[in-house]
């Protein structure tokens, strides 16, 4: 019997969608005497390369049939996989059975992920589902003491060195880390395909759950050094730091990854064609936001808004970087520019920061697309709808004797979404189409108003101004005041109008309270918490 150890290759099993890289890897295997049996569109590819290939058809004496769904689902090639050549009766049944060994399975399964990406009718996605592969797969995989099993053509490539340097064998090491991984690879589709079926059945809360992606990179660590960490691409298709390019810098944290996207997701909910949106983020919270038709300004006055934190932190915006903004931009210490595209000389000009990582995603992603958020508890997963509440300024209610100006009704409904963005309990003062003071992560709404007030009165002597911008702002609260203690705090900062989401058993009291100061305050009906 052959050494646990090094198993010779000397059959191999092929039949994969994606075709890349085929024949020159074929040409390898057939160069080091293996066999290759193969099906269909693989097979043909194979035949009119010149490449020696069995069909799968005359080893199991029955024809691929009902448009390909049965070709590989058959004693004779589960038999081959699963066979242990160290079991006297596996050999037996093999032998009585014609049932050949194959040592090596290379599958990639049918393009399931990129069909739904593509927005393919329901027919067309269910026809991607992949049956044979998948039950391969895992056949081989659980017989990897003797069978080597490859997803992809890097596997491929990996049992190629190793038999051409291991006089045609491969090793055990190899060969469970294969397994390994391709578990985890029919693990990830079969939870696009099951979450693919919930959505379609509009299914929010399926008895299982299960969530899979694949490798994008694995980072040096996670939040602390202490701690392994990778980034993982899903199924759902959403332009962001997933899809983005790096342009240039070194690599990126795993805090610079978490940063980046909070404040790309922030950016995009301004819409692009209608204003210049730039977001600064820090420790995953927004310290500076701004709004205004010229991007290099919108910058400009987000910096302002808070510049001490901004130093070391995350620029997001939602248009096309310009060199004028990008010569601003370089000014201080900024660890990560995202945004959706530049030009190339902005691109000269960040280059001469090659620190400064810069990721160019594409597109924006739709605030408005569902998707599902995951976060671990000991032993589960929470898992729920994203946050893509809006308001209409149809919506709001106003409650108090005075209505909001036009100019403070912009800058509520601006604030309003900014305060979706910040860690609860969360207050937001804007003036003029920019973040005034934001206050974030406090165990009381009071606490967060008057550190939103602190932020703003430190900026003011930063910038050297006569006093901080929430005089004369506008104050946004993710949620509503449980007292009238937080409004009275944003009245004594300055703002002049308030947009929350009622609701308070004290609503009467805060109304009051703000009548008597002459604010205005709408009601959203809707609240923003975010943990």
């Excluded at 069995?54 to 090639?77: C, I, S």
């Excluded at 589709?189 to 759950?209: E, G, K, Q, V």
């Excluded at 969360?426 to 406090?442: D, E, K």
């Excluded at 007030?453 to 901080?468: F, H, I, Q, R």
Aim: charged share 25%; proline share 5%.
């Amino acid at each position: 019997m052959p050494d646990l150890d090094l198993v010779p290759l000397r059959r191999a099993l092929i039949s994969v969608s994606d075709k890349t890289g085929l024949i020159e890897r074929a040409q390898r295997l057939a160069a080091a005497d293996v066999e290759i049996l193969s099906t269909g569109g693989t097979l043909k590819a194979l035949h009119d390369a010149g490449i020696a290939a069995l069909d799968v058809a005359e080893v199991t004496a029955f024809p691929e049939m009902m448009d390909g769904r049965l070709k590989t689902l058959h004693p004779r090639v589960h038999g081959g996989l699963l066979g242990r050549r160290n079991n006297e009766q596996d050999v037996t049944d093999m032998a009585q059975h014609a049932i050949p060994a194959i040592d090596l399975l290379y599958v990639n399964l049918y393009p399931f992920e990129d069909t739904v990406a593509k927005g393919a009718e329901y027919a067309t996605c269910v026809e991607n589902i992949d049956i044979g592969g998948p039950a391969m797969i895992r056949a081989a995989a659980k017989n990897h003491a003797w069978v080597a099993v490859c997803v992809d053509g890097e596997d491929l490539d990996e049992v190629l060195d190793a038999i051409e340097a291991q006089a045609g064998s491969t090793s055990l090491d190899l060969r469970k880390r294969l397994a390994a991984k391709s578990y985890g690879r029919t693990a990830a589709y079969d939870a696009a395909i099951s979450n693919w079926f919930a959505d379609s059945l509009d299914i929010p809360t399926p008895s299982y759950r299960a969530f899979g992606g694949h490798l994008l990179q694995p980072l040096r660590y996670g939040e602390n050094p202490h701690q392994a960490a990778a980034l993982y691409r899903t199924s759902e298709i959403r332009p962001g730091i997933t899809t983005a390019r790096q342009m240039q810098g070194k690599a990126l944290s795993f805090n610079n990854l978490a940063d980046a996207d909070a404040a790309f997701e922030l950016a995009a909910e301004f819409d692009p064609e209608s204003t210049a949106a730039v977001v600064i983020v820090k420790h995953a919270n927004p310290c500076g936001v701004a709004l205004h038709d010229k991007l290099t300004t919108a910058y400009e006055n987000a910096l302002t808004a808070d510049p001490v934190s901004a130093f070391g932190g995350i620029v997001a915006m939602n248009r096309k970087l310009d060199a004028e903004t990008a010569n601003e931009v370089v000014r201080i210490f900024t660890e990560v520019v995202v945004a959706p595209d530049a030009d190339e000389d902005a691109l000269a000009i960040l280059s001469a920061k090659p620190n400064l990582r810069v990721l160019l995603t594409g597109a924006l992603p739709d605030p408005d697309q569902t998707g599902w958020l995951v976060k671990t508890v000991a032993g589960g997963l929470l898992v729920q709808e994203r946050d893509t509440g809006r308001v209409l300024p149809s919506e709001l209610k106003t409650v108090t004797k005075r209505a909001p100006t036009e100019q403070e009704l912009t800058d509520l409904l601006f604030a309003w979404k900014v305060v979706k963005h910040v860690k609860s309990n969360a207050i937001v003062y804007v003036r003029g189409g920019a973040t005034a003071g934001i206050g974030m992560g406090q165990t009381s709404r009071l606490e967060a108003a008057r550190l939103a007030l602190s932020k703003a009165e430190a900026t003011a002597v930063e910038n050297e101004w006569d006093g901080p911008h929430t005089q004369g702002s506008v104050c946004a609260s993710d949620a509503f005041f449980p007292f009238a203690d937080g409004l009275k705090a944003a009245i004594e900062a300055g703002a002049t109008a308030i947009i929350q989401p009622g609701g308070s058993i004290r609503d009467d009291e805060v109304i009051a309270a703000a009548d008597e100061a002459g604010l205005a305050m709408v009601f959203t009906g809707m609240r923003h918490f975010r943990h």
